[in-house]
């Protein structure tokens, strides 16, 4: 993998400044080791007029492939391929990826972080910048590069197609594009950018995505990711199209957003949201308005023993445990990992012997029935329902409404119609990678009532969010009120699935 840095000097800003704030010396050629192989930074020129710096990420793939085997991380979206052959012969030792952004990371760190101990002046400097990457993986083609570097102040982004191979013109391009970026930014600024955007565009990483990633993506995109038109791509992407860590992330994203709007700093904000929700005139996220939603339409149903289904990393789990009124609380999630999660945010070690009783968090699968799930007040299924393939959501009606019976039920999903709002979200493009659907009001509407009629309860609907009078809502909630015994089954739920066994 390879990339260079160029810059131009005046006599009074020469180029080779640029060795300071890399911290290498422009006479030198470092090796550095990685887990993954040797990174090498060297400087093919260096003079006061122009200066270039080269990252040569040389890959030990059979490091990689022991690396990967050895923590668990050979499967799965976010890991090394599975493949036994493709373990050894792939593109990473050629095509830019996460391999390359960490060792950026790795060698540049100081510069990446806007540091310069020898000269503290220079990373504040903006100057004219160069990057050239030969072979960049594009998932999203030539069209996508642009769209995602062009805002970010390149005044010249270069994106050309490599061809498969240039002796057979008539195969056609591969997915691999050749980058150059030109414009006038801080060396920190560039950095950060590739940090977070060549993995983005890879479309994968190298290494299995966690919780810190969200902290790792918020800090590289501080001062541009927020403002950028395609965060929420961005986003997804970065964190491996994980929803539970992408809501997490969007939802700090826009206290960041409401933090640069108000001039704050983002701790003043999530203050007044926590603090200050009746207040008008500050907007308030809409991941609050949600559980604030849902937390009123439990109470509304006199609900004490409540189910969140699908809990993720735990937040709305967290505020029932704010309100006493809730004595029982159970989170329910098919991720050990997001389970994990939501542990630390609660600080389950660290509860009283009061609050620990009232709070439990389970392994399960929504699509499967469970006899733990049966004789609560009320389950809620928050942005739970989309992520779902349409095939599997018979499934979880029975599961939960055939099933475990809760005697309110609540579904909160997104309106599409109201996508046409999101200024910053493309025509056809769902809000989140891993949604497999979206429905309109009528659609979510007409599901809702045959499920209701199936499983013998009443439904009604709460619209979350600004109530736009032309598109609706942007969040669309079902609050299902048991009425009698279940009624009639489709005909592919006529027989009971006994415990473990799928819907």
Known sequence: MFLTISTTGIPERPATDLGFLLHKHPGKAQAFSTSHGTA???????????????????????????????????????????????????????????????????????ALNGRCTARPDLPEQVRPLRV??????????????????????????????????????????????????EGELKLSDALRQLYVLLPVLDDAKHYWVALDEVDKLLRAGDGWLAAHPDHELITSRYLARQGHLTRDAMDRLELVRLAEADGREVE??????????DTEEKPVPL???????????LRAAGAARVLDLGCGQGQLVQALLK????????????SVRALGFAAKRLRLDRLGERQSERVRLLQGSLAYTDKRLA???????????????????????????????????????????????????PAGHVR???????????????????????????????????????????????????????????ATTTETPKEGEAA
């Open 268 to 277: 003043e904000v999530d203050n007044a949201v926590d603090e200050d929700r």
């Open 132 to 181: 050239e990457i030969p072979v960049l993986p594009a998932r999203g083609g030539a069209e996508l590069v642009r769209r995602l570097f062009g805002p970010l102040g390149w005044a010249g982004v270069e994106v050309t197609a490599v061809p498969l191979d240039e002796r057979f013109p008539e195969w056609g391009d591969s997915r691999y594009v050749r980058l150059v970026l």
């Open 323 to 334: 309100d006493v009124s809730f004595t029982e609380i159970v989170g329910v999630d098919v």
């Open 375 to 425: 004789g609560y007040d009320a389950a809620v299924l928050s942005e739970v329902i989309e992520h779902l393939d349409l095939p599997r959501l018979p499934a979880l009606e029975y599961a939960v409404f055939g099933a475990a019976r809760p005697r309110t039920v609540l579904v909160t999903t997104p309106n599409v119609e109201y996508n046409v709002r999101w200024e910053s979200l």
């Open 287 to 297: 991941a609050v308005q949600r559980r604030e939603a849902i937390l009123a339409a």
């Open 432 to 490: 989140h990678g891993d949604h497999r659907f979206e429905w309109t009001r009528a659609e979510f509407r007409a599901w809702a009532a045959e499920v209701a009629r199936r499983h013998g309860y009443a439904v009604a609907f709460v619209p979350v969010g600004d109530d736009d009078p032309e598109v609706g809502p942007p969040t669309q909630m079902a609050v299902f009120t048991q009425t009698g015994p279940t009624a009639t089954t489709t």
């Open 40 to 110: 090498h930074v060297f400087y093919p020129e260096a003079s006061a007029e122009r200066c270039t710096a080269a990252l040569l990420l040389e890959v030990d793939p059979v490091a990689l492939v022991r690396r990967g085997q050895g923590q668990g991380k050979g499967k799965g979206r976010g890991g090394a391929p599975d493949a036994a052959l493709a373990q050894y012969v792939n593109d990473r030792p050629y095509a830019a990826s996460s391999l390359l952004a960490v060792a950026l990371s790795a060698v540049f760190g100081s």
